[in-house]
C-alpha cells in the first residue's frame, strides 16, 4: 500500500505498471488513438534490457500516439536475459513495427564506438574479447571500441576451477587486491 502511494504522489508508474496498463489498453481496442497527448517523441533508454511484452508494448504506444520512436541501447549490456529480455530486442521491435503497421519500418541506425569511461588497456582486452564473441555468432559484427579519455587500467584473469567455492575465491581476491598500495597514494578503483 505504501508503494502504490508513493507512486500516487509522485505520479511515477513501475515497469510493470506500464506493462499491465498497456496490455490492458491494446486487448481493449487495437486501434485506439491517443494522439491526444501530442507526444512528438518517444524515447527508450537501455532498450536492449526489454522483454517481447516491452516491444509489443511500445510499438503499440508509437503507432498509437503517432510519434517518432528513439531507442538506445547496447546489446553488449544486456544484463535481464533471467526476465526474458533478448539481445535481438532492435530488431524484433522493427520486425513487431513492420508487420502491425503493414509496411516496411524506416529507420536509422547509429553506433557510437568511442567509449569515455573505460581505459584503453581494458578496451584492448574487452575487444578481444568481443572479437571472439562475433566470430562465434555471438554478437552481430561491430567497429572495435576506442577509448574517449586517456586513464589506465587494468584486467586481472583468475582462473576459479571450483564452483563451490567461487563466492569466497573471489572476495579473497577483492580483498586482497583492495590492501595493494596504489603509486599515487590513493585507493584503487575496483569494478
Given at each position: 500500500?505504501?508503494?502504490?502511494?508513493?507512486?500516487?504522489?509522485?505520479?511515477?508508474?513501475?515497469?510493470?505498471?506500464?506493462?499491465?496498463?498497456?496490455?490492458?489498453?491494446?486487448?481493449?481496442?487495437?486501434?485506439?488513438?491517443?494522439?491526444?497527448?501530442?507526444?512528438?517523441?518517444?524515447f527508450?533508454?537501455?532498450?536492449?534490457?526489454?522483454?517481447?511484452?516491452?516491444?509489443?508494448?511500445?510499438?503499440?504506444?508509437?503507432?498509437?500516439?503517432?510519434?517518432?520512436?528513439?531507442?538506445?541501447?547496447?546489446?553488449?549490456?544486456?544484463?535481464?536475459?533471467?526476465?526474458?529480455?533478448?539481445?535481438?530486442?532492435?530488431?524484433?521491435?522493427?520486425?513487431?513495427?513492420?508487420?502491425?503497421?503493414?509496411?516496411?519500418?524506416?529507420?536509422?541506425?547509429?553506433?557510437?564506438?568511442?567509449?569515455?569511461?573505460?581505459?584503453?588497456?581494458?578496451?584492448?582486452?574487452?575487444?578481444?574479447?568481443?572479437?571472439?564473441?562475433?566470430?562465434?555468432?555471438?554478437?552481430?559484427?561491430?567497429?572495435?571500441?576506442?577509448?574517449?579519455?586517456?586513464?589506465?587500467?587494468?584486467?586481472?584473469?583468475?582462473?576459479?576451477?571450483?564452483e563451490?567455492?567461487?563466492?569466497?575465491?573471489?572476495?579473497?581476491?577483492?580483498?586482497?587486491?583492495?590492501?595493494?598500495?596504489?603509486?599515487?597514494?590513493?585507493?584503487?578503483?575496483?569494478?
Open positions: 500500500k505504501r508503494y502504490e502511494k508513493l507512486k500516487r504522489e509522485e505520479n511515477a508508474i513501475s515497469i510493470s505498471d506500464f506493462n499491465k496498463e498497456t496490455e490492458e489498453l491494446q486487448k481493449i481496442d487495437k486501434s485506439s488513438n491517443i494522439s491526444g497527448f501530442n507526444t512528438k517523441f518517444l527508450i533508454d537501455e532498450f536492449q534490457d526489454t522483454d517481447n511484452s516491452q516491444i509489443n508494448s511500445i510499438a503499440w504506444l508509437r503507432r498509437n500516439m503517432h510519434c517518432q520512436l528513439f531507442v538506445v541501447g547496447d546489446i553488449k549490456q544486456s544484463i535481464y536475459r533471467f526476465r526474458g529480455a533478448d539481445e535481438r530486442a532492435f530488431n524484433q521491435l522493427l520486425d513487431v513495427i513492420s508487420k502491425t503497421e503493414k509496411g516496411t519500418c524506416r529507420n536509422r541506425d547509429f553506433e557510437l564506438f568511442q567509449n569515455y569511461r573505460t581505459s584503453n588497456d581494458i578496451l584492448i582486452e574487452l575487444n578481444k574479447m568481443f572479437q571472439y564473441w562475433m566470430q562465434e555468432g555471438w554478437l552481430p559484427k561491430s567497429k572495435e571500441a576506442r577509448p574517449g579519455k586517456d586513464f589506465s587500467g587494468d584486467i586481472e584473469y583468475k582462473d576459479y576451477m571450483n563451490d567455492n567461487l563466492k569466497p575465491q573471489l572476495m579473497e581476491s577483492l580483498k586482497e587486491e583492495l590492501n595493494q598500495p596504489s603509486d599515487d597514494d590513493n585507493p584503487l578503483d575496483i569494478c
